[in-house]
């Protein structure tokens, strides 16, 4: 693919509104476009139809109004599919009541809590009285029906879309990783739209290509990027290298790219210098920070008000990635410019009140 040109939509995640039938059928149909697309045979499609049918359908009936949003995951080069139900609603007071099969507070039938988590392959829950629910639901691609693909050391969740009157999202994001050392990359191409897609996807291919094995450090990579960003409206953009192994973490920013980094005892605001990549860099100054287990780093650019603050959710900083994106993206999108939140931590099994985990290895 050539690395100015935005990427094809199954590259990109799609957000679908919730709130009348005709809706819910609008995101069974792209998943399963989506599904024929990555080449999952008739089970596994009919799983991922199923499972956006009952989350999309539990949101109309116990919240009224809401999103799914669906995006392509991989794993050790096998492919699969994400699905997230957000809602406002008044959240789920007995989770574990929910969870036997056929149970509705509202008489009618339903596969229940309990099957959506069986069929799929990788499940996290978030709901608290007055939050709303938040639900993750994986399903991994025919070549992984006898074994998923071994959990990676870290775990990554991202919300990523574009302001609701473009088709493409001028923010982009990537990750690449190589046994204890992940750079992760965050790229807000100016304005919006395909001009700023293309600054920011630049960035993201320029990653993506970097030397195997050697995950980039940030300060010599957005120099680089400067480069090829010059032929583009340039970007915001912000690269974290953790090194697990020497328990370091290294930041350099360059924008409006926000990021923290926060564990159970402090979080520790990240700082990005004034500038443009590819326009006007003024300033690089690369950060080193210690890196502790159980650290949890978030990074979003500016469509995302920054006075969020995760202990006003009880139980969701231990709950998987994603649903600390979706959390975020919910409540404190500003909803007047494309939006990324990427939430990364080091892989680690939690059990946790509130939350059902159903992570096979």
Known sequence: ??????????????????????????????????????????????????????????????????????????????????????????????VRQHMQDGHSTTGT????????????????????????TLLMM??????????????????????????ASEQVCGDAWNVVCEGHELSLMVADGLGHGPLAARASETASALLENSTPGLPPL???????????????????????HIDSARRELRY??????????????????LLSHNGIVGSNLRKLQEFRHPWQPGTTLIM?????????????????????PSLVAAALYRDFARGRDDVTVVVLREHEEHRHAGAERNDTP
């Open 1 to 94: 693919m050539n690395h100015l040109e935005p990427p094809p939509d199954i590259l990109r995640q799609r957000s679908f509104p919730i709130g009348e039938p005709s809706e819910i059928a609008a995101a069974r149909r792209a998943g399963n476009e989506l599904a024929r697309r990555i080449g999952f045979d008739d089970v596994r499609a009919g799983q991922l139809a199923i499972l956006i049918s009952e989350a999309a359908t539990n949101i109309v009936k116990h919240a009224r109004r809401g999103e799914i949003l669906l995006r392509k995951v991989l794993r050790g080069g096998t492919s699969g599919v994400e699905v997230l139900a957000i809602d406002s609603g008044p959240g789920i007071g007995n």
């Open 109 to 132: 039938y339903g596969v229940g809590l309990g099957a959506m988590r069986r069929l799929s392959q990788e499940f996290d829950l978030y709901t608290a009285p007055g939050k709303g």
């Open 252 to 269: 350099c920013g360059v924008g409006n790219i926000a990021a923290c980094a926060f564990d159970a005892h402090q979080r520790r605001h």
């Open 300 to 320: 979003h650019s500016d469509g995302l008000h920054t006075r969020w603050d995760l202990e006003q959710y009880p139980g969701l900083a231990q709950c998987h």
């Open 218 to 240: 940030p300060a010599p990579f957005i120099e680089l990027a400067h480069g090829a960003l010059r032929a583009t409206r340039g970007a915001a953009l912000a690269v974290a």
């Open 138 to 163: 994986v399903v991994w691609g025919p070549h992984a029906s006898s074994a998923i693909p071994p959990s990676p050391n870290w775990q990554i969740g991202a919300v990523c879309l574009p302001l």
